[in-house]
Nanobody, 115 residues
């Protein structure tokens, strides 16, 4: 199983970024894909998840409509669209999948929101 995040970078407050998570090594369409983040000095925080099987996409309360998760099963890619970014969104962003009875993580992509 391999997960590779991309799309992070530097952005000003109010800006937008779209993160991607390219997956391989498992049947992507069958599994829920999750996004997490970890800010400096803090624990890893759940952002949301999406499942083709259930048709459900869910979010943590703090997202408040600013983020949107989607997926393209044809290309084995999950996305995290982030809008109206604020400095508190500065973090490493990770995608995650539980498959073959294990949690799998990518190496993350860094998002820095600065003014």
């Amino acid at each position: 199983v391999q997960l590779v995040e991309s799309g992070g970078g530097l952005v000003q407050p109010g800006g937008s970024l779209r993160l991607s998570c390219k997956a391989s090594g498992f049947t992507f369409s069958l599994y829920e894909m999750r996004w997490y983040r970890q800010a400096p000095g803090k624990g890893r925080e759940f952002i949301g998840a999406t499942s083709t099987v259930s048709g459900v996409t869910s979010y943590a309360d703090f997202v408040r409509g600013r983020f949107a998760i989607s997926r393209d099963d044809a290309s084995n890619t999950a996305y995290l669209q982030m809008n109206n970014l604020i400095p508190e969104d500065t973090a490493m962003y990770y995608c995650n999948v539980f498959v073959y009875q294990q949690n799998h993580w990518g190496k993350g992509t860094l998002v820095t929101v600065f003014s």
